[in-house]
């Protein structure tokens, strides 16, 4: 049985009818995933007060004072352990920074229904991957020709392991440096100064936004190090 199956995911949305589309497309990709549902913002941090969420597909625009952008500080103000994935209409290239650099570590366009790219960017983000629009991704300065032979890269043609693996998962997966020292029992200047700079040469970048940017451009999937599998059994 896939662990994915047991997923407790939480689903932001204003509109009730895409809302009910959005749903029953994550309960295809993952049948077996307890979705709960909020429609603002209010609803969506008392659901968080209520159920340990492993991921969360925040709507960005609610049609209120407050954003999925504020739910998404909030988790991270309140330090919930969530994966956070923005929802939105719009593919303005400094939204989408800053939606990343709050803490999100994937942004799928909601009208992305051509082809079946909506469903893709799922199974993106389900594998564990970072799914970003490819206009921002065009628009972070590489041409199609210098990117596409970085297409498909592995984090084991990388050479990428051990407490190093461990540290890339962990910014991919949004969380600041404060809280990945206190999951990796180091210090903040640690991996402020000796793990994350190796990781950022390695990619050609200078900050996990661009990193994070540089992860989704080459369709790397980041798979949970063995050692944080071992701990959890």
Avoid: W
């Avoid at 597909?57 to 407050?66: A, E, G, P």
């Avoid at 564990?128 to 972070?140: D, H, N, Q, T, W």
């Avoid at 190093?164 to 404060?178: A, I, V």
């Amino acid at each position: 049985m896939n662990n994915q199956d047991f997923l407790k995911i939480l689903l932001l949305e204003d509109e009730g009818i895409q809302r009910a589309g959005i749903k029953a497309l994550i309960k295809s990709a993952v049948p077996r995933a307890q979705i709960h549902e909020a429609f603002s913002y209010e609803s969506a941090i008392s659901k968080f007060e209520q159920i340990r969420f492993d991921i969360a597909f925040l709507d960005h625009d609610l049609k209120r004072q407050k954003t999925g952008l504020d739910v998404l500080k909030k988790i991270r103000e309140l330090d919930f352990d969530t994966r956070s994935i923005m929802l939105s209409s719009c593919d303005d290239k400094r939204l989408i920074i800053a939606c990343i650099e709050a803490g999100a570590c994937g942004y799928i366009m909601k009208e992305m229904d051509a082809n079946g790219l909506f469903e893709r960017a799922l199974e993106t983000v389900f594998q564990g991957g970072i799914f970003l629009p490819a206009s921002a991704l065009r628009k972070e300065g590489n041409s199609p020709e210098s990117s596409a032979g970085l297409t498909g890269s592995t984090v084991e043609s990388l050479g990428i392991k051990g407490r190093r693996l461990e540290t890339l998962y962990y910014l991919c997966q949004g969380l600041p440096n404060k809280k990945i020292a206190i999951k990796m029992g180091v210090s903040e200047e640690t991996i402020r100064k000796d793990y994350n700079p190796p990781l950022f040469r390695l990619f050609g970048v200078a900050r996990r936004t661009e990193l994070m940017f540089e992860v989704s451009r080459r369709e790397i999937v980041i798979p949970k190090p063995p050692s944080l599998d071992q701990a959890q059994r």
